[in-house]
């Protein structure tokens, strides 16, 4: 890793930064082949793809009773790290809860909205070659808590299942729990098979086969978005300390070498300070070869300005999935940014925080997804519908202006649904 100037950065390095892939268009004809045989096979599909992907031979497809015995067998510590994450997720999320209402805007016109749970979704927990019980958490639970009756979960399978994702499964409350992984478990979760079940909405990350098959299903089921590999952002001024500033970007890093890892700052001191602490802290992980990728990606880097509001114009830009913040006056830059999935403010607020248990959700947008979304939250996993009733003196006052736009747009019948109330 090493430092780079914003004002000369070149096309193409600035498409590498700020047109992130996550080689979805790469996958895209092996997910859409996979789809469409699990479409068409069902449960014959998903039990070949085991084999052919996971190098697993699966029997029971549907794991749900498993999730019960783990929780019961889970070592104590582990049983309450993730009852205390659970907790923190649930609260959060039951803060987000919309309450219906009704309003009289003016005599006899009175509208509302309501809000009702999709009746079922899927969610994918990713798994192989590591365990993720934090997801399990941070997809099922949101749901539940917006009153989602059925929630099935796919998560990959493997000769004995990751008990601390099954556990968590059980105490986020997931209704049905299926060993499929990749994208045969987006087309199962969207098509049902045999023994998966069909769902409205399908969330959760994954890698680029599952989200490939996201955008090949997404025409017949709903998705949340698009995700790629994890990406960290962190926007720093000479107040910051650099151990803590690579702290951050050397643990996005270790998730994938794909990740995509910046920092922006208007000090030069600290950006060469970021970038050897970042060589010193790589190598005390047990991920190395894995963080020294990514940080060698074009897509990752310490970038200087030549004053904050350039830094500050980087990061909008890069509209980073997490967004760190260390800065003497942190909420004042915070009130400049719009693009970003989630923001740490402080030198004691790791990502790793929002990751793992204070509360808010760590499935976000990713490859600037931030610039037109946010990540999972109740509002994910609910309808509106809007509600009015109007008396007849309060239509008698519409009447002219709906008759006369519906004249003016040719459509007669919708003026004379108007004009029926009023005959004599």
């Known amino acids: 890793m090493d430092t780079r100037e914003i004002a000369t950065l070149g096309p193409d390095e600035r498409r590498a930064l700020f047109e992130r892939d996550a080689g979805v268009g790469d996958a895209a004809d092996t997910a859409r082949d996979v789809v469409e045989r699990v479409r068409t096979e069902g449960d014959v599909a998903l039990r070949q793809y085991a084999s052919e992907f996971d190098d697993v031979e699966v029997g029971n497809i549907d794991v749900t009773d498993a999730a019960t015995e783990a929780y019961e067998n889970l070592d104590d510590e582990l049983r309450e790290h993730v009852e205390t994450a659970a907790r923190n997720v649930r609260e959060f999320h039951e803060a987000q809860l919309p309450e219906d ?23 994918y927990v990713p798994g192989g070659a590591a365990a993720y019980p934090s997801s399990a958490l941070m997809t099922v639970l949101p749901a539940k808590v917006a009153g989602v009756p059925h929630v099935a979960v796919c998560t990959p399978p493997a000769e004995e299942l990751n008990p601390a994702t099954l556990a968590a499964l059980h105490v986020a409350g997931a ?37 490939a098959a996201k955008a090949e299903v ?6 949340d978005f698009l995700a790629g590999p994890s990406e960290v952002a962190v926007l720093a001024d000479s107040s910051a300390d650099p151990d803590l500033v690579a702290a951050e970007l050397v643990a996005q890093a270790e998730h994938d070498p794909n990740a995509s890892v910046v920092a922006a700052t208007d000090d030069p001191d600290l950006a ?23 940080l060698a990606s074009d897509a990752s880097g310490v970038f200087c300005g030549r004053s904050m509001p350039e830094a500050v114009l980087f990061i909008e830009e890069y509209a980073a999935e997490h967004l760190a913040i260390h800065a003497e006056d942190d909420e004042a830059l915070l009130e400049r940014i719009t693009n970003a999935g989630s923001v740490f ?51 008698a006052d519409l009447r002219e202006t709906v008759t006369g736009l519906a004249r003016a747009e040719g459509l007669e019948a919708h003026a004379a649904s108007v004009e029926e109330r009023f005959e004599e």
């Open 101 to 123: 209402w009704r309003e009289e805007f003016s005599p006899g016109r009175v509208l509302g909205r309501r809000f009702r749970p999709i009746e079922r979704v899927g969610a």
């Open 175 to 211: 209704d049905a729990i299926y060993q499929v992984g990749g994208a045969q478990a987006v087309a199962a979760l969207a098509y049902g098979t045999e023994t998966v079940s069909a769902v409205e909405k399908i969330v959760g990350p994954g890698n680029r086969f599952v989200t």
């Open 345 to 395: 403010l402080g030198p004691d607020t790791p990502v790793a925080a929002g990751d793992y248990a204070s509360g808010t959700n760590h499935v976000l947008p990713t490859g600037g997804g931030a610039r037109v979304t946010g990540g999972l939250s109740v509002e994910t996993f609910v309808r509106s519908t809007t509600v009015q009733r109007l008396s007849h003196e309060a239509l």
């Open 272 to 294: 060469d300070a970021v970038c050897e602490a970042c060589e010193r802290q790589a190598g005390e992980r047990e991920r190395e070869a894995t963080i020294r990728e990514a």
């Open 218 to 223: 997404r025409g017949d089921v709903a998705i």
